[in-house]
């Protein structure tokens, strides 16, 4: 029986042939032919233009996410109040939006206020004053206050 389908397979094979040049009818396929030849062009050429799309901008994604914004005078001091007031058993910290940047002796002072809930669960408001020293391109705090 095996005989009879790869006589007809045969058969099939050279009835798509063109008279003229002795070869395949651009319009048909080899009867064993792949899938990859089955798959019609538009989705050869979209589908991987998708996927590499796809991986650049996951990629670009991870590397913005990993990039950290440089450190301000501001940023220095919201942090270091933060851990400050972390340390003390202190939550639901927020440092005020718009602090004050003023220069004294050669640092940046930093003021403004601060909100948090204490461990007993009371609100806390407080002023803050940081004192920041930048040398060339690194900055540290030198001082950070608290005070009601």
């Given at each position: ?23 395949l009818d651009p319009g048909t396929s080899e009867p ?117």
């Amino acid at each position: 029986m095996q005989h009879t389908d790869d006589a007809a397979s045969r058969t099939a094979y050279l009835a798509a042939m063109t008279p003229d040049t002795g070869r395949l009818d651009p319009g048909t396929s080899e009867p064993n032919s792949g899938w990859l030849a089955r798959t019609p062009l538009w989705a050869r050429i979209a589908v991987p233009v998708v996927v590499i799309a796809g991986g650049a901008a996951v990629l670009a994604a991870v590397v913005a996410a990993g990039a950290q914004p440089p450190a301000t005078v501001e940023s220095m001091c919201r942090s270091t109040i933060v851990a400050t007031l972390e340390s003390r058993g202190h939550s639901e910290i927020e440092v005020s939006r718009s602090l004050k940047i003023t220069e004294a002796d050669g640092a940046q002072r930093v003021s403004g206020t601060v909100t948090s809930v204490d461990d007993s669960g009371r609100a806390d408001h407080a002023q803050i004053r940081c004192v920041v020293r930048v040398d060339g391109d690194t900055m540290h705090v030198v001082s950070a206050r608290l005070s009601d």
